[in-house]
């Protein structure tokens, strides 16, 4: 039940950005694309890798909203050990409980976490290597 909270509450979000993403490459490419006579294959991969900072930046926001996620868990899915209890409500349930250097812990683990992973994007959008931040 927490999973499918979560994924609720995120696919619209990466959903949306994608979309418009998408549509708008398309709009710039449609003329093009069709008149080289390609096909639907090369086409989906042009927009996929001509827009894949946008696509990034979707994955990014969706990561963002499922880490930063505490209240929709703790309704939906509960807190249930080793069951439902996912990072962030183990930082407010050991918080809550005065525990405070494991919720200090638990905190730097989650900080580690999202930081790899933006290093990760960053690195797969290339943007170091074409001089543009």
């Given at each position: 039940?927490?999973?499918?909270?979560?994924?609720?509450?995120?696919t619209p979000l990466i959903a949306?950005?994608?979309?418009?993403?998408m549509?708008?490459?398309?709009?710039?490419y449609h003329d093009l694309l069709i008149s080289l006579s390609?096909?639907?294959r090369?086409?989906?991969?042009?927009?996929i890798w001509d827009g894949r900072r946008a696509l990034l930046t979707a994955a990014l926001a969706g990561f963002g909203r499922a880490i930063g996620e505490v209240g929709a868990i703790m309704i939906v899915g509960g807190n249930i050990d080793h069951a439902t209890r996912v990072l962030t409500t183990a930082i407010a349930l050991e918080t809550g409980k005065g525990d405070f250097a494991l919720a200090l812990g638990l905190g730097f683990v989650l900080i580690?976490?999202?930081?790899a992973v933006n290093i990760l994007i960053h690195t797969l959008s290339?943007?170091?290597q074409e001089g543009r931040w």
């Open positions: 039940a927490m999973i499918v909270a979560q994924v609720i509450i995120i949306s950005i994608t979309h418009q993403a549509r708008e490459l398309w709009a710039e390609t096909t639907k090369q086409r989906i991969m042009t927009l580690a976490l999202a930081l290339r943007t170091e």
